[in-house]
Each structure stands twice: as structure tokens, then as C-alpha cells.
């Protein structure tokens, strides 16, 4: 069992940035792939950005590619979303995943409780 834990949302201002980071407790968790998921208001959950668990193969989703940044510290079982240039379509809460690896909210095993991140324009 992984449990993942978020923290790092918040309110900011468009254009401004945010870093989400994401602890995960298992002495396994080294080896998952682990990723992040949003969720805006009235829409579907969709996939944000993956990356693999060495941190050698990330993916983005089209939208936020040159705007977000992935990475991980496995010594710290951590995985982190730099927030840059942020809209106020990047408005949502955002979910942390583990134990998977795709685009679709199935290909994922674990989730943590999501943390809001708001932008104001």
C-alpha cells in the first residue's frame, strides 16, 4: 500500500508560479512511476504530467508543456509539479498518482487526496 500526500496548492496570481510536491510512505514507492492529475470544476479528471522511477522519461500533457516541470527525489520519496506561468485555466485540484502509467485516471493504482490550486486572472 502507497500512501501519497500533497501539499504546495494555493492562490495565485496568472502568470505567477506554484510547486506542488507529493511525499509518498512505502519502501517500495522508489519504484513506482508517479504522476499528477487535475481536476477543474464541472470537468473530467484529465492527466497532467508522468514521470518514471528513475526520473529518466517524463510526459506532459499538451497544455502545459514549457510551463510545468516534473521531477522526483526517490531518497525522499517525493514528486514535484513546478507550476510556471500559470493561467487561470490551470485552475483545479490537482491529484498525485503512483503504481501506474498512462494518461487515464485506470492506468493508476494509487491517488492521493488532491490539493487546490486556484489562479486568478
Known amino acids: 500500500q502507497v500512501q501519497l500526500v500533497e501539499s504546495g496548492g494555493g492562490l495565485v496570481q496568472a502568470g505567477g508560479s506554484l510547486r506542488l510536491s507529493c511525499a509518498a510512505s512505502?519502501?517500495?514507492?522508489?519504484?513506482?512511476?508517479m504522476g499528477w492529475f487535475r481536476q477543474a470544476p464541472g470537468k473530467e479528471r484529465e492527466f497532467v504530467s508522468s514521470?518514471?522511477?528513475?526520473?529518466?522519461?517524463?510526459d506532459y500533457t499538451d497544455s502545459v508543456k514549457g510551463r510545468f516541470t516534473i521531477s522526483r527525489d526517490n531518497a525522499k520519496k517525493t514528486v514535484y509539479l513546478q507550476m510556471n506561468n500559470l493561467k487561470p485555466e490551470d485552475t483545479a485540484v490537482y491529484y498525485c498518482?503512483?503504481?501506474?502509467?498512462?494518461?487515464?485516471?485506470?492506468?493508476?493504482?494509487?491517488w492521493g487526496q488532491g490539493t487546490q490550486v486556484t489562479v486568478s486572472s
Open positions: 498518482v503512483a503504481g501506474g502509467w498512462g494518461k487515464t485516471t485506470s492506468d493508476y493504482t494509487y
Open positions: 514521470i518514471n522511477w528513475s526520473g529518466g522519461n517524463t
Open positions: 512505502a519502501r517500495t514507492s522508489s519504484n513506482y512511476a
